[in-house]
């Protein structure tokens, strides 16, 4: 609850639970989001990210990386060109609109301070 976690991205999957009103930096292959609220999730997905039981979420893309860690894309076996970031699977909403459970965040309501340092 209130936090902020940054991280770079990693081989495997990401699983977050119960997170409210927290910042995540993620990047993963898979990234699945359950009964989470009213957090911003910053993120470099290699599938579609999944949300389940989950409700006022804001999506918006992984910062640049500095130059010093470009390398761990590679090292994570992850393509930097392909980010799946706004293609959030809801599994509580299968209908063709947009779910009400999450949204892409306007580029003005973004962090620009989530720098990697």
């Not at 609220?37 to 989950?54: G, K, R, V, W």
């Not at 409700?55 to 590679?74: G, I, Q």
Request: net charge negative; proline share 8%.
């Amino acid at each position: 609850t209130r936090c902020t976690v940054k991280a770079v991205p990693v081989a495997g999957a990401i699983y977050i639970t119960e997170c409210r009103d927290c910042t995540l930096v993620l990047g993963a292959r898979q990234i699945r989001i359950h009964t989470s609220t009213n957090c911003d999730f910053y993120l470099h997905a290699a599938s579609h990210p999944i949300l389940e039981h989950c409700s006022s979420l804001r999506f918006a893309p992984y910062p640049p990386l500095p130059p010093e860690l470009v390398d761990v894309f590679d090292a994570a076996g992850i393509r930097p060109d392909i980010n799946c970031w706004d293609q959030v699977d809801d599994f509580d909403w299968l209908k063709a609109q947009q779910s009400p459970n999450w949204r892409v965040m306007l580029e003005a309501e973004r962090n620009s301070q989530l720098k990697f340092h």
